[in-house]
């Protein structure tokens, strides 16, 4: 090469130094000009990062987390909860009564409108309960429903007259709900998005009643009740809402709007965060949690999570539809260590299905991290050493922190039970999509409580669970599970829950790893918004301080 | 006479006695090639990096041995390079990502360079239409998006290390059959051509004996030149989370990683970066001084 070239080369580098200089100052935005927080708390906009894109906002179709965000501003179920104890609180319902034996419910509702100005009225909310429960709509959360009189019944088609089910108008403003046998915790159930009402004259108007391709659910054709309406949705970017001048309560509602920007990338967000372009950030990436947990940054908040990191695995597969094997697999991962070491954030280890210390229950049972044993069970189903053992792939949706905590269960199988298993990432809604189809060997499934009650989590793997993909299904599981539901003694109710946990760790549908933490950063100026077990934060009570 | 006597002691005179020797094109060329001693270093740090990256199987620790207590730490004597967040030895994770990358590289250039050079030299050597119609084959596959035909490869056939190969090849070798075309429309109407002809030696015979080997130049160059496009597309495809799957790696995946956590754990980031970026750079030099000492027309020197 000549030196001629060599220069040349040389001010190609400086050019690229030079571009690439311009472009980071570009980003972090000329210096002085106003960061989008700022601008945020001027205009009373609180900009938020929410995970990857929603699978949607109809309340019927959906079931993560970042989808339930945006529906909490768009949507008033009967009751709404407080932002600190969770407590039910009223929301579309002003008053209610509740027979002696606790299977009665009468709300009175509100004079409450739609965003379009149509009245909130008993008949909405009867037919949307219709819409949850009609088979041909899918929904993965039909069960949520099911304590209804003859909810399951309508669902299985046993019941074709929808009078029948124990949900009814008695005039414009007075709903009232039976129930098969008294909840002591029903009116923080029916916070959850599945008992939500829809806007049934848009739905109609936009496809089928019970219509799971209906295209209402869309900007310019959603209704909602909510505190915030529909502003913009540009997909994987951001969905924006603006207050709602139709709400009921829309003087308490201190914002003007929230933004959710859909990140799939932790790093881009926290990246984000700290550019000044979001208020809080939807989680934290690994390798920065010991660093914000060690400065005791003042923004990061680290509270108990009421749900269960889980793999949920395919029980009709060969291989996995013997017990032994799900056991060794559940068996031979250290859990601790993979708290300790990779999700660093407090969680603790889960070796069942219900958080310590839910609603005053502690699970009894629990799997054992015995390597021998399980290197044991694997040989005794056939595949001793590992030997001859059929190649399954870990699904996940694309997040680092999944892939990181994958590849370190991976490893785990590999040295302990010899065994490979492969892993895969999809985007969440094709993740989603893959299991709720059941396409699927072992599915990493995040499990977070609706309410605080063991049940959330009990009924979960029951036969008729929407969002039990794993094939399994126990009758003896099952019964149980509707026995402490219909128990009315709080000790006994949870003894009866220990029993059913049993089956579970026993049988090992799915393989527990950690409970969760919730753990992100906040703004300091973002007021109102209070860690608590479900992460659920109502809107109306946020407001950002200048 | 004397003042041949003079000249035959300096190397023109060698020069010369090689050129009545007849010094092929390929002597001809090495000898210019090694003048150069940037491509001829950039050629020797590739050839020690790829025997590294093999050896690497049988020295130090496997690539996906963790450590999940010790975690990321910075590089000491027992990890030359430190170790990432699952405990994992930078070192020898660096060294399988360069066998992967370096093997994608490689492979998807040889499959380009097979495909493109027999389809350029059949569309430029039998001309017409048949050569209008293969070229238009070839704008239609050039316009459509790379990263979109890999992600609907690996929808329809699952992730898969042949498909990466496949796939980059695919799309790689449409340029290779453009050069290879040009060049042999321009070698066609030469007089060595029309010799071959007038003896009547067969089709074939014309294409893989003398047309071939007089194109080859220029595509050899360019084929330097597709190594590192081809492992940087492989780069891509990992970052993107497309490329190979864990816990095996490659360069552009171990980047990946490593500017996830830069901030926290900067060698992560530094050392597959670093070793990208060298080899990126020798193949370049490398493929430079190839053009350089394979053009006839720029052999003055």
């Known amino acids: ?546 | 006479m004397s003042d041949i006597a003079d000249i035959s002691n300096s190397q023109e005179a060698i020069d010369l006695a090689q050129a009545e020797k007849g010094a092929s094109l390929w002597q001809d060329s090495w000898r210019r090639l090694r003048k150069n001693h940037l491509a001829v270093s950039g050629g020797a740090i590739l050839l020690v990096t790829g025997f590294i990256c093999l050896l690497g199987i049988w020295v130090g620790q496997p690539h996906d041995a963790q450590n999940l207590d010790l975690g990321a730490t910075a590089p000491s004597a027992e990890h030359w390079l430190g170790t990432d967040m699952l405990g994992r030895d930078l070192l020898s994770r660096v060294l399988f990502g360069g066998r992967i990358s370096l093997m994608v590289g490689l492979a998807a250039t040889f499959v380009s360079l097979v495909i493109g050079v027999i389809y350029g030299t059949l569309s430029g050597y039998i001309g017409g239409k048949v050569d209008a119609v293969m070229m238009r084959i070839v704008d239609i596959l050039y316009t459509i998006p790379f990263i979109i035909f890999v992600i609907l490869l690996m929808v329809f056939f699952g992730r898969n290390l042949f498909l990466i190969f496949a796939a980059i090849g695919a799309v790689e070798w449409l340029t290779m059959a453009r050069i290879v075309r040009g060049q042999v429309l321009s070698v066609k109407n030469e007089e060595f051509i029309e010799a071959a002809r007038a003896l009547g030696l067969s089709q074939a015979r014309i294409i893989f004996r003398h047309m071939i080997p007089n194109v080859i130049g220029p595509v050899i160059v360019y084929a330097t030149l597709t190594v590192p496009a081809v492992m940087l597309l492989e780069a891509v495809l990992s970052f993107l989370g497309l490329g190979v799957q864990a816990p095996a790696t490659s360069w552009g995946a171990l980047i990946k990683e490593g500017a996830d956590a830069m901030e926290e754990y900067p060698w992560m980031l530094l050392f597959p970066g670093g070793t990208l970026a060298i080899s990126l750079f020798c193949l370049n030099f490398l493929g430079d001084g190839l053009r350089d000492a394979l053009d006839v027309r720029r052999s003055k020197d």
């Open chain 1, 1 to 546: 090469m000549k030196s001629r070239d060599l220069i040349k080369l040389l001010l190609y580098g400086l050019a690229m130094l030079g571009g690439g200089v311009f472009l980071l100052y570009a980003l972090s935005g000329f210096g002085n000009r106003p960061r989008l927080i700022d601008q945020g708390v001027k205009d009373k906009i609180l900009h938020m990062g929410n995970g990857s894109e929603p699978s949607g906002i109809d309340v019927h179709l959906t079931t993560g987390v970042q989808e339930h965000a945006i529906q909490m501003a768009l949507t008033e179920g009967l009751m709404s909860e407080d932002p600190i104890t969770l407590d039910p609180v009223p929301g579309m319902a002003e008053r209610w009564d509740i027979s002696e034996d606790g299977t009665v419910y009468t709300f009175y509702l509100r004079d409450a409108l739609w965003s379009n100005g149509d009245s909130v009225t008993a008949q909405d909310f009867a037919l949307s309960f219709k819409r949850a429960l009609s088979a041909s709509i899918g929904s993965e959360y039909s069960y949520m429903l099911f304590p209804l009189v003859n909810g399951e019944a309508y669902f299985k088609g046993e019941v074709e007259d929808f009078d029948q089910v124990g949900a009814k108008a008695l005039d414009d403003k007075t709903l009232q709900i039976t129930l098969e046998y008294s909840i002591p915790y029903f009116l923080s159930l029916i916070n959850h998005h599945s008992w939500y009402p829809v806007h049934i004259a848009s739905v109609e108007a936009n496809g089928g009643f019970a219509d799971r391709s209906n295209t209402w659910a869309r900007l310019g054709t959603f209704v909602g009740n909510g505190p915030f309406v529909l502003h913009e949705w540009n997909v994987n970017s951001v969905l924006s809402v603006r207050k709602n001048p139709l709400y009921w309560d829309a003087d308490s509602v201190k914002l003007n709007g929230i933004n959710f920007y859909h990140i799939e990338s932790l790093d881009t967000e926290e990246r984000a965060f700290r550019a000044g372009q979001i208020h809080k950030t939807y989680k934290l990436p690994l390798p920065k949690i010991p660093h914000y947990i060690a400065e005791k940054d003042p923004r990061l908040l680290n509270a108990p999570y009421l749900g269960t990191y889980q793999y949920a695995l395919n029980t009709s597969i060969k291989g996995l539809d013997d017990k032994r094997v799900r056991k060794a697999l559940s068996m031979s991962i250290d859990r601790d260590s993979i708290v300790r070491n990779v999700t660093g954030a407090g969680e603790f280890p889960s070796y069942s299905i219900v958080p310590p210390d839910c609603a005053g229950y502690n699970s009894r049972s629990k799997v054992e991290y015995d390597v021998p044993e399980a290197q044991r069970l694997l040989a005794e189903a056939g595949y001793p050493g590992g030997e001859g053992f059929p190649k399954f792939s870990i699904l996940y949706n694309t997040l680092e922190s999944h892939k990181s905590i994958a590849e370190a269960i991976q490893q785990m199988w590999k040295e302990n039970l010899g065994i490979e298993v492969g892993l895969e990432n999809q985007e969440w809604k094709v993740y989603l999509d893959s299991k709720v189809r059941g396409d699927f060997d072992i599915v990493r499934f995040g499990w977070i409580g609706d309410y605080v009650d063991p049940n959330t989590f009990m009924d979960l793997y029951t036969g008729n669970s929407g969002n039990n993909n794993t094939r399994w299904a126990s009758k003896e599981y099952d019964s149980l599970v509707v026995a402490a539901s219909k128990e009315n003694d709080p000790e006994k109710r949870l003894e009866i829950f220990q029993k059913a946990e049993e089956i579970l760790v026993d049988e090992v549908p799915f393989i527990p790893i950690y409970y969760y933490m919730s753990t992100y950063l906040v703004d300091q100026r973002v007021k109102g918004l209070y860690p608590n077990l479900l992460d659920h934060h109502p809107y109306k009570h946020v407001y950002l301080e200048e």
